[in-house]
Nanobody, 117 residues
Framework: QVQLVESGGGSVQPGGSLRLSCAAS????????MGWYRQAPGKERELVGV???????NYADSVKGRFTISRDNAKNTLYLQMNSLKPEDTAVYYC???????????WGQGTQVTVSS
């Protein structure tokens, strides 16, 4: 069983920045894929971005150029740096990680991000 613990959410004004963290209880050195989804009230969960094991990052068009996914293998942690935040970025953000040896993907508990003036 792998646990993912998210932190870093909060409230920020438009144009501001936040960094989300997702700490895993197991090594992420051999991770196959990891990333972030978000879900706004009344909407379906949508992909924010994904980072492959080889280090390739892909982002939703809505966040491209503003959000950056990175990882720290030593800390077993995934990050989502969010800059130039907009009200439409308001959502609960969920991290996920998948590794073949785990047999399944694991999800974080979700962290609220609110962008409002």
């Amino acid at each position: 069983q792998v646990q993912l613990v998210e932190s870093g959410g909060g409230s920020v004004q438009p144009g501001g920045s936040l960094r989300l963290s997702c700490a895993a209880s197991a090594s992420i050195f051999r991770i196959n894929a990891m990333g972030w989804y978000r879900q706004a009230p009344g909407k379906e969960r949508e992909l924010v971005g994904v980072l492959t094991g080889g280090g390739t990052a892909n982002y939703a068009d809505s966040v491209k150029g503003r959000f950056t996914i990175s990882r720290d293998n030593a800390k077993n942690t995934l990050y989502l740096q969010m800059n130039s935040l907009k009200p439409e970025d308001t959502a609960v953000y969920y991290c996920y990680m998948y590794q073949t040896t785990w047999g399944r993907a694991y999800w974080g508990q979700g962290t609220q991000v609110t962008v409002s003036s």
